[in-house]
């Protein structure tokens, strides 16, 4: 067997049964191998940014990892800034890059690069497969290592003569489908310190919860739900959650918001903030006369549970110790606003979307300054799971719904997407198209990078003159997003009015496969 074989013959083994790709010759024999695993389904994207932004937002919705497939060192680099995403988003991911033949290396040839050095920061686990016959070890390792904790991207290097090659064992190991099974698997966390926590909640002093990652699913939300109604500590999330479950039937928790001075607002007052699966809550930036550190003074900062240690089981394990009631906790109540009419603004098109949302609905939620009312519009909205910019590197929210869409194929998906960071991963409708994927995607088009006007002024720059202006509005010329959508093969419409939007919207709820909406907002943005 060729190792390119046993390679995907580990994957479809271990799970794995989804690889986004954009290949290139170093890939062909992995390509060529396709057919004699077709449990594997390939998944083609025209840029690598669209492929790892696809396998964050599979890994985010299946809690296991697709793998991606990506040519050499600048292939790579390509997605680097989804793959960020994901390393924030903890999700789990197998990052498969091809590289030069073993012996071709030496000659410095034109794509020749230090895969390693661009690998490395995005990648809790690394490996360069040295032959066939340790492809398929080292691949379980990979698989096994994804799913962390906390969960993380794993990249395997494969030298192209590692895959054409003939391996003397390339068979895959009996034990790896066991390994992949204890992978993942979180420390219980210390009695002690679950009764230093109940000891900070039972003193009165103002406290606050803030939640992450693992926490922000029904049962850690329910459980961290009861301490805040049993002892009054208030609910918070970090800015930008990788998944949220949110909407009627479910608890209220508040995340914090961006802007660092809001944020600072709400958790003005408390004395105690407990940690669980979050970090210490940090300006975005640097801004000058601000600090970075946005606890308030007089706070005191405990963790409750780290990013490897079962924060569910933890909260569960202290409402218990408090005495919370086993209901104890507060759900939104179902409702929905009205439907809009007139003209179509930031808050009309939230409400539109707050009033039409499905069942089971998943948000893909890049809508930048366009989506500051989204979180009031759709609290009461049914269940949904909210998947946001975790890394604030744009260009996620596209390829994101489409790998939550290959991950979640019975459940309709609503990607907000704002026109700037649209452009950066466009490519990802072909995708949805080629796929058939159910997928509304909504484009803000303001004609502005709004929140770079906004930023201009926060960050003290005086640059108020005309060129400095034209470097944040990007409509000369606008974009047509209608033409681009159907040029890839998404049927479009663009919506003028609110009247226009929520027929536009429902329209695309109620037909599957891929639609785009080009929402037009009053220019330049809030």
């Given at each position: 067997?060729?190792?390119?074989?046993?390679?995907?013959?580990?994957?479809?083994?271990?799970?794995?049964?989804?690889?986004?790709?954009?290949?290139?010759?170093?890939?062909?024999?992995?390509?060529?191998?396709?057919?004699?695993?077709?449990?594997?389904?390939?998944?083609?994207?025209?840029f690598?940014?669209?492929?790892?932004?696809?396998?964050?937002?599979?890994?985010?919705?299946?809690?296991?990892?697709?793998?991606?497939?990506?040519?050499?060192?600048?292939?790579?680099?390509n997605?680097?800034?989804?793959?960020?995403?994901?390393?924030?988003?903890?999700?789990?991911?197998?990052?498969?890059?091809?590289?030069?033949?073993?012996?071709?290396?030496?000659?410095?040839?034109?794509?020749?690069?230090?895969?390693?050095?661009?690998?490395?920061?995005?990648?809790?686990?690394?490996?360069?497969?040295?032959?066939?016959?340790?492809?398929?070890?080292?691949?379980?390792?990979?698989?096994?290592?994804?799913?962390?904790?906390?969960?993380?991207?794993?990249?395997?290097?494969?030298p192209?003569?590692?895959s054409?090659?003939?391996?003397?064992?390339?068979?895959?190991?009996?034990?790896?489908?066991?390994?992949?099974?204890?992978?993942?698997?979180?420390?219980?966390?210390?009695?002690?310190?679950?009764?230093s926590?109940?000891?900070?909640?039972?003193?009165?002093?103002?406290?606050?919860?803030?939640?992450?990652?693992?926490?922000?699913?029904?049962?850690?939300?329910?459980?961290?739900?009861?301490?805040?109604?049993?002892?009054?500590?208030?609910?918070?999330?970090?800015?930008?959650?990788?998944?949220?479950?949110?909407?009627?039937?479910?608890?209220?928790?508040?995340?914090?918001?961006?802007?660092?001075?809001?944020?600072?607002?709400?958790?003005?007052?408390?004395?105690?903030?407990?940690?669980?699966?979050?970090?210490?809550?940090?300006?975005?930036?640097?801004?000058?006369?601000?600090?970075?550190?946005?606890?308030?003074?007089?706070?005191?900062?405990?963790?409750?549970?780290?990013?490897?240690?079962?924060?569910?089981?933890?909260?569960?394990?202290?409402?218990?110790?408090?005495?919370?009631?086993a209901n104890?906790?507060?759900?939104?109540?179902?409702?929905?606003?009205?439907?809009?009419?007139g003209?179509?603004?930031?808050?009309?098109?939230?409400?539109?979307?707050?009033?039409?949302?499905?069942?089971?609905?998943?948000?893909?939620?890049?809508?930048?300054?366009?989506?500051?009312?989204?979180?009031?519009a759709?609290?009461?909205?049914?269940?949904?799971?909210?998947?946001?910019?975790?890394?604030?590197?744009?260009g996620?929210?596209?390829?994101?719904?489409?790998?939550?869409?290959?991950?979640?194929?019975?459940?309709?998906?609503?990607?907000?997407?704002?026109?700037?960071?649209?452009?950066?991963?466009?490519?990802?409708?072909?995708?949805?198209?080629?796929?058939?994927?159910n997928?509304?995607?909504?484009?803000?088009?303001?004609?502005?990078?709004?929140?770079?006007?906004?930023?201009l002024?926060?960050?003290?720059?005086?640059?108020?003159?005309?060129?400095?202006?034209?470097?944040?509005?990007?409509?000369?010329?606008?974009?047509?997003?209608?033409?681009?959508?159907?040029?890839?093969g998404?049927?479009?419409?663009?919506?003028?009015?609110?009247?226009?939007?929520?027929?536009?919207?429902?329209?695309?709820?109620?037909?599957?496969?891929?639609?785009?909406?080009?929402?037009?907002?009053?220019?330049?943005?809030?």
């Open positions: 067997m060729k190792g390119a074989q046993a390679l995907l013959e580990t994957l479809q083994v271990s799970g794995v049964d989804t690889c986004f790709m954009n290949p290139g010759t170093s890939e062909m024999h992995f390509v060529a191998s396709l057919d004699a695993v077709p449990a594997v389904r390939p998944v083609l994207a025209l690598e940014g669209v492929v790892t932004g696809a396998a964050d937002g599979y890994g985010r919705m299946a809690d296991r990892p697709a793998a991606t497939l990506l040519h050499l060192g600048p292939g790579l680099a997605g680097l800034a989804n793959l960020h995403n994901a390393r924030r988003a903890k999700s789990p991911v197998v990052n498969i890059v091809g590289d030069h033949a073993t012996y071709h290396k030496a000659w410095d040839a034109p794509l020749e690069s230090d895969i390693e050095s661009l690998a490395r920061p995005m990648s809790g686990w690394y490996r360069w497969s040295a032959s066939p016959s340790a492809i398929a070890r080292d691949a379980a390792e990979a698989i096994a290592a994804s799913f962390g904790p906390p969960p993380q991207v794993a990249t395997l290097v494969v192209a003569d590692v054409w090659l003939e391996a003397e064992d390339s068979t895959v190991p009996s034990t790896t489908p066991e390994v992949v099974r204890r992978a993942g698997r979180r420390a219980v966390v210390d009695d002690d310190v679950i009764a926590v109940a000891a900070v909640l039972r003193g009165g002093e103002p406290a606050g919860l803030l939640l992450g990652t693992s926490a922000l699913r029904e049962p850690g939300l329910l459980a961290a739900s009861r301490i805040s109604e049993h002892v009054g500590a208030k609910l918070l999330a970090e800015s930008f959650p990788g998944r949220l479950e949110r909407g009627a039937g479910l608890p209220i928790v508040e995340r914090l918001a961006y802007l660092a001075e809001f944020a600072m607002a709400q958790m003005a007052g408390l004395r105690h903030l407990i940690l669980v699966d979050a970090r210490s809550p940090v300006s975005a930036f640097a801004y000058p006369g601000r600090p970075s550190d946005l606890v308030p003074d007089g706070c005191e900062v405990h963790e409750l549970a780290g990013e490897h240690d079962d924060a569910v089981g933890a909260l569960a394990a202290l409402a218990d110790l408090l005495g919370a009631p104890g906790y507060r759900l939104a109540v179902a409702a929905r606003p009205e439907l809009p009419t003209a179509l603004t930031p808050a009309s098109a939230v409400a539109a979307i707050g009033a039409l949302l499905p069942e089971n609905a998943i948000v893909s939620d890049e809508a930048i300054t366009a989506g500051i009312y989204l979180p009031a759709t609290e009461g909205a049914p269940r949904h799971d909210l998947l946001s910019l975790t890394g604030n590197a744009i996620q929210g596209l390829p994101l719904s489409a790998g939550a869409a290959v991950a979640c194929p019975g459940r309709p998906v609503l990607a907000l997407e704002a026109d700037g960071s649209a452009m950066y991963t466009i490519q990802a409708l072909w995708t949805q198209a080629r796929e058939g994927l997928v509304t995607n909504v484009i803000f088009d303001n004609g502005s990078y709004a929140i770079l006007n906004i930023e002024a926060r960050v003290g720059a005086e640059a108020g003159g005309p060129i400095a202006r034209s470097m944040l509005e990007i409509g000369r010329p606008g974009i047509d997003f209608v033409a681009l959508s159907e040029g890839m998404v049927p479009a419409t663009r919506a003028m009015t609110a009247e226009e939007f929520t027929k536009a919207l429902r329209g695309a709820f109620e037909e599957d496969g891929p639609h785009l909406i080009q929402a037009v907002l009053p220019r330049g943005g809030l």
